[in-house]
């Protein structure tokens, strides 16, 4: 059965430092992943995705993730947060029982100033 | 193109009543799955249509029913409110399934009075 946490449900930087966001997943055969990120009072919008091509995926806003299939883990970084960053990141793993994807908990990120 | 689209975005009920939510897919997107999202369960699928047949359920009582029609368009009900119904409701286009990358809509607040 398909799988994933999130490491940390709150993670605080300051503007202008690296952002790493932590993801294990668990899948008995090569999954899809993705990051998605959602702002107070908005839906969730893709950051990227890992389909079984490159394991370092580039995505939107300066986020990137690497696959790492012997750590079954799909960290999510940026190499410097800005102040927009700020919001709730969940990772996510395709392959329910129900056909469905399924989420992590979720980790909030603040940035300060 | 233009993104998904959920109406209304906010929705006030009362215990015992019924609601339903619209949601209006991508162009050319053929799945449209639901999800509820609350503050304890996180994000929760309730269920996949795709040309209007319903494909994958989550596990949800009967009072939560959905359809779709053929121009995608999908409509979900809930039935006999309940507090615990209060949530924010995602719904989330796709062009092939639920298990691919999948394109939220704004979600529909309700709150159970």
């Known amino acids: 059965a398909q799988s994933v946490t999130q490491l940390d449900s709150h993670v605080s930087v300051s503007e202008g430092t690296p952002v790493l966001l932590r993801c294990n997943y668990s899948s008995s055969y090569s999954p899809s992943l993705f990051w998605y990120v959602q702002h107070p009072n908005k839906g969730l919008q893709l950051l990227l995705k890992?389909?079984?091509?490159?394991?370092l995926v580039k995505g939107i806003n300066g986020f990137e993730a690497e696959f790492k299939k012997s750590e079954t883990s799909f960290h999510l970084t940026k190499p410097s947060a800005h102040m927009s960053d700020a919001a709730e990141y969940f990772c996510?793993?395709?392959?329910?029982?129900?056909?469905?994807?399924?989420f992590g908990k979720g980790t909030k990120l603040s940035v300060k100033p | 193109k233009a993104g998904v689209t959920q109406t209304p975005r906010y929705l006030i009920k009362t215990r015992g009543q019924q609601v339903t939510l619209s949601c209006s897919p991508i162009s050319g997107h053929r799945s449209v799955s639901w999800y509820q999202q609350t503050p304890g369960q996180g994000l929760q699928f309730l269920f996949e249509y795709f040309s209007e047949t319903q494909r994958n359920k989550g596990n949800f009582p009967g009072r939560f029913s959905g359809r779709q029609f053929s121009n995608s368009r999908s409509e979900m009900n809930v039935s006999t409110l309940e507090l615990g119904d209060s949530a924010l409701y995602l719904c989330?286009?796709?062009?092939?399934?639920?298990?691919?990358?999948?394109?939220f809509g704004p979600g529909t607040r309700l709150t159970v009075t």
């Open positions: 890992y389909t079984s091509a490159a394991t």
């Open positions: 989330a286009s796709s062009l092939t399934g639920a298990v691919y990358e999948q394109y």
């Open positions: 996510v793993v395709s392959g329910g029982s129900q056909g469905n994807l399924i």
